[in-house]
C-alpha cells in the first residue's frame, strides 16, 4: 500500500505559521482566527491519522502546527493583557488628575 499526504497537514501547518507572524506584524484577532483554524484542522488531521497510520505521511507537519497554533494563540492572549494594561492605566491617569490636558 502506497503512502500519500496526510489532507490538511499543509494547511495545519501554514496557519500556525500565520497565526505566530499575524499576531506579530498586525494585531492580536488575527492570530486568535488564524490559531483556532489551525487547531480545528489539526484535530480533523490527527482523527484521520488515528484511524490508519500506515497509509498518511507527513504526520509531523500536523504536531508542528498545532504547537505553532498554541504558541501564537499564547502571544495574542499576552498582546490582549498588555492592551487592557496600557489602557486601564490610561484610564486611571485621566480619572486621577494626572493629565489635565493643559500645558
Do not use: H, R
Not at 18 to 26: D, F, N, P, Q
Not at 37 to 51: D, E, F, G, M, S
Not at 90 to 98: F, K, V
Request: aromatic share 12%; with cysteine.
Amino acid at each position: 500500500m502506497s503512502q500519500q499526504p496526510l489532507p490538511g497537514a499543509s494547511t495545519v501547518l501554514t496557519m500556525g505559521i500565520i497565526s505566530i507572524v499575524g499576531t506579530l506584524v498586525c494585531c492580536g484577532p488575527f492570530g486568535v482566527i488564524f490559531s483556532i483554524i489551525a487547531l480545528v484542522k489539526a484535530k480533523t488531521a490527527n482523527q484521520l491519522y488515528l484511524q490508519s497510520p500506515e497509509s498518511y505521511t507527513d504526520y509531523s507537519n500536523v504536531k508542528t502546527g498545532k504547537i505553532l497554533a498554541y504558541i501564537g494563540l499564547a502571544l495574542a492572549l499576552v498582546y490582549l493583557v498588555l492592551f487592557i494594561l496600557y489602557f486601564g492605566f490610561i484610564i486611571a491617569m485621566i480619572t486621577a488628575g494626572e493629565w489635565s490636558g493643559n500645558y
